[in-house]
């Protein structure tokens, strides 16, 4: 069975530039998740996404972060402008359970540096 | 405000001896708890589960033990192998919500 896949895996742009990440999850599973992981912390849920729609975007800085799932599968998030804060990296991760009720599959991670 | 605690950044022990990493926690509606494991450069694996009805959860050379009243669960390897080294993630969630993560504690398996 394929892993979540996520693209790119390093990034490195100046700030007030844009970017974008990929996920392509797990193949079934419903529920895709975006974290954020800054160094030295644990990973930051930014949004989740039940198919095609929204569940919860709370912790989303929504001035800058967007991120959407066309036709339920895969998924992008975008920064823009980014902030050196923005440093982290941005993991993808998939569920086919319910929001609190089981593993979540993770991809590898997109690595963001801004400079 | 740290609502999941793992108060050591890291720990280092001999391989064959028993690695226990600790993890607090403040809400006490959480009840459900996960620990996950990451490799560098890899984005983290789940390990072993807990839920709030039990005090113990055992898989192999890992056990998760749970005291609701303390706030506080564990994890112990044994024995530890240096492939047990890595970042070791606590999760914890109220049902119908999602998981909160702490900060990770980095173990290292010496030869």
């Known amino acids: 069975e394929a892993g979540v896949a996520q693209s790119p895996r390093y990034k490195i742009i100046e700030k007030r530039q844009s970017v974008a990440f990929w996920c392509n999850p797990i193949?079934?599973?419903?529920?895709l998740y975006w974290y954020q992981q800054i160094l030295g912390q644990g990973p930051k849920l930014l949004i989740q996404f039940q198919n095609n729609g929204v569940v919860d975007d709370s912790q989303l800085p929504k001035d800058r972060f967007s991120a959407e799932r066309l036709k339920g599968v895969d998924s992008t998030l975008k920064i823009q402008p980014a902030k050196l804060e923005d440093s982290a990296v941005y993991l993808c991760?998939?569920?086919?359970?319910?929001?609190?009720?089981?593993?979540?599959?993770f991809g590898e991670g997109s690595r963001l540096t801004v400079l | 405000d740290q609502q999941v605690k793992q108060n050591s950044p890291s720990l280092s022990v001999q391989e064959g001896r028993i690695s226990i990493l600790n993890c607090d926690y403040t809400?006490?509606?959480?009840?459900?708890f996960l620990w996950y494991k990451k490799y560098p450069a890899e984005g983290p694996t789940f390990l072993i589960s807990i839920s709030s009805i039990k005090d113990k959860n055992e898989d192999g050379r890992f056990t998760v033990f749970l005291n609701k009243s303390a706030k506080h669960l564990s994890l112990h390897i044994v024995p530890s192998q240096p492939g047990d080294s890595a970042v070791y993630f606590c999760?914890?969630?109220?049902?119908?919500?999602?998981?909160?993560f702490g900060p990770g504690t980095r173990l290292s398996v010496l030869p």
């Open positions: 809400n006490s509606m959480f009840d459900y």
């Open positions: 991760a998939s569920s086919p359970y319910p929001t609190w009720a089981g593993e979540l599959f």
């Open positions: 999760a914890a969630a109220v049902y119908g919500q999602n998981f909160v």
């Open positions: 193949s079934g599973h419903a529920t």
